[in-house]
C-alpha cells in the first residue's frame, strides 16, 4: 500500500500529470521536455526524479542524454493516464507540440542521413524484396504476443509491423541516429506507448534474463564482430520455449558486398546457424529461403530449449 500512495502523491500535481503524459507518447530528454513545456531544466529535472523514484517514468541512458518514458508495467501510471480529460486545453496543447517535435526529428534525422550518404536502408540498398521479407518475419512470430524485442531495430519499421499483436515491444541499436528515427517513426504513428526503442550493445544487453517471449534478428549478424556471441546474448533474454527468429543474407559470392557495405560476413548456412543456436540454448526449426532478389536471403526461426529441472543455461558464449 505504501508503494501505491507513493505513486499516487507523486502523480498528484499538475506538471507531473502533464510529464506523465507526454512520456506515454514516446521518449523525451529533458531539454525535449524543457522545450515542449516552457519549463525551466531544474524545475522539471525535479518533478522528473519524483517520478522515477515512484517508477511511474523510468530513465534510459543514452549517451550524454537521458530519455524518460513509461514504462510498459506502470499500471497506476496507465490508470491515470486513461483518466485524463481528452478535452484538457494544456494537454492538448502539450500533444500539439509532442507530434510537431517528433516530426522535426524525423525530418533532421533522415536529413542528416541523406547528407551523409549513408544507406540507412540497407534492404533498399541491396535490392532485396522487402514486402516478402517483411511477410516471412511476420509469419515467423507468434499471432499473438507478450513482450518482442527486436536487435538492430534501425528506423523501427519492424516495430510498427508487429505492434498490433504485442502487448510491448523494445527495439534496440547502437546508431543513435537510426535511434532518432525510429522515436520519430513510433511517435507519429501513434505507438510510442507501447514500442520503444533505447541504445544497447547487442553483446551486452542491459536487460534481464528470460525476460522476453520473442526476439528478432533482421539483417544484424553479418554485421557482427561475433555472431555466436550475438544469438547467445539473444537467447540469453528469451524465456524458456520463446521464439527467436533470425533473418540475413544466406552464403554468397559477393565478396565486394564486404568492402562497399562494410559486411563482415559473406552470409550465412545453416549448419553455422544451427551450431550457434544449438550453442545458445534453442533448437532450430525449419529455415525459409525468401525469393526475388539478387542475393539469397534466409530466415532461421528456432525456440529456446526448456531441460528437466529449469531452462538450459545459455550464459557461456
Request: net charge neutral.
Amino acid at each position: 500500500m505504501n508503494a501505491f500512495l507513493a505513486q499516487l502523491r507523486a502523480a498528484a500535481e499538475p506538471t507531473r500529470l502533464r510529464l506523465l503524459a507526454l512520456c506515454a507518447r514516446g521518449a523525451f530528454c529533458v531539454s525535449d521536455l524543457c522545450d515542449l513545456m516552457g519549463q525551466s531544466q531544474p524545475r522539471l529535472s525535479r518533478h522528473l526524479k519524483l517520478l522515477v523514484e515512484a517508477e511511474l517514468l523510468e530513465r534510459v541512458p543514452e549517451g550524454a542524454n537521458a530519455y524518460f518514458q513509461v514504462p510498459p508495467g506502470a499500471e497506476v501510471a496507465h490508470v491515470l493516464l486513461a483518466r485524463l480529460p481528452e478535452d484538457d486545453p494544456t494537454l492538448a496543447a502539450d500533444r500539439r507540440q509532442a507530434v510537431r517535435l517528433a516530426a522535426e526529428r524525423a525530418r533532421a534525422a533522415s536529413d542528416a542521413f541523406r547528407r551523409d550518404g549513408a544507406d540507412w536502408d540497407e534492404t533498399r540498398a541491396l535490392g532485396l524484396p522487402a514486402a516478402a521479407i517483411e511477410a516471412a518475419l511476420l509469419d515467423a512470430l507468434p499471432p499473438r504476443l507478450g513482450r518482442l524485442l527486436d536487435i538492430g531495430a534501425g528506423t523501427g519499421r519492424l516495430l510498427e509491423l508487429v505492434a498490433p499483436r504485442v502487448a510491448s515491444a523494445l527495439g534496440v541499436d547502437a546508431s543513435r541516429e537510426m535511434l532518432a528515427l525510429a522515436r520519430g517513426r513510433l511517435a507519429e504513428r501513434g505507438l510510442a506507448g507501447r514500442c520503444a526503442v533505447r541504445q544497447a550493445d547487442m553483446y551486452r544487453l542491459p536487460l534481464a534474463d528470460d525476460s522476453f517471449d520473442a526476439v528478432t534478428l533482421q539483417m544484424v549478424l553479418h554485421y557482427a564482430e561475433d555472431p555466436a556471441a550475438a544469438v547467445a546474448e539473444a537467447a540469453r533474454v528469451l524465456r524458456p520455449e520463446g521464439a527467436l527468429v533470425i533473418l540475413d543474407l544466406a552464403a554468397h559470392g559477393r565478396t565486394e558486398l564486404l568492402e562497399r557495405h562494410k559486411h563482415r560476413w559473406p552470409g550465412f548456412d545453416d549448419a553455422a546457424l544451427a551450431g550457434w543456436l544449438g550453442q545458445a540454448g534453442c533448437a532450430l526449426a525449419d529455415p525459409l529461403t525468401i525469393e526475388g532478389g539478387p542475393l539469397p536471403v534466409r530466415l532461421w526461426p528456432a525456440r529456446r530449449r526448456v531441460v528437466a529441472g529449469g531452462p538450459v543455461s545459455v550464459l557461456a558464449f
